[in-house]
């Protein structure tokens, strides 16, 4: 009796010890998240990085997985562009991987879907990927399960309508409200992706070559070409989404940004800046 007491104290010990670890070694696991390079005419954008903002759910709570981040220094994914964290297990969970410039935070994210895209440990985050990753992650933070959800159609989906786009900006030109909103319900159709309402903006700026936070914008080069000497940058901005564009001798920077009710941009060397309502 006594041994067989013993042993149930011990069970019971190891369950209470599991539980206090979050049972970590049975909900989640260690995988190597590969980092993008900047897409073809935006590479020299990648000189701007200092740092990543990796968000990933490290655990599920309730069924529905619990977000974290952790900042990442440019230098310590330089070369190899890799880097270890460990993850929930679950399905149909988006990791974003966000580039923080010297001018300030970047709001468009590389994304992978886990486990949908890791293989050999190894998941490998796409520019391409990042609205369809930063949609999931939205319906996964209102509560919106979307565990059979067919993610690779849905992202291929993004891509066919994406390459209907006359203008530069990618997969960020799309409206992510609609999406969001159909998900929530249960009634996503193709025709849920639709491109979304943008705004030019005409800045004056000093001149110079120009890259974007957005990874999709290729550089721009604006000549002083006018008197005072200033150029003027063409900026094409989707509807709720601040866009940074950064000219690196100068360190100018100009924001855009518009939504339903105002819109606004403003020059960070020069000072200047108009608003209006719509």
Known sequence: MGLKCLRYKLIIILVFFLQAAGCELFCSRVITLCLPDFPGEAADTCSAVVSWRIEYPEKTEAGLPVYTSCIVPAEASSGSTEISI??????????????????????????????????????????????ACEVLKSCLLNTVVVRGFDTSAFRTSVAEKVSELTEPGGCWLLDPAPVISRLGYGLFRESSIKAADTMVFAVPVLGGTYIADNPFYPPVMVKNDQIPETGTLYITVPLNRKTIFYEADSGETVTACFNDRIWCWNNSVTGLTESGRM
Do not use: T
Request: proline share 11%.
């Open 86 to 131: 460990r993850i929930a297990r679950g399905v149909n969970l988006p990791v974003l991987a966000r580039p923080v410039f010297a001018f300030g935070p970047g709001g468009y994210p590389a994304g992978a879907v886990y486990p949908a895209d890791a293989a050999g440990g190894r998941l490998e985050l796409e520019w391409e990927n990042g609205f």
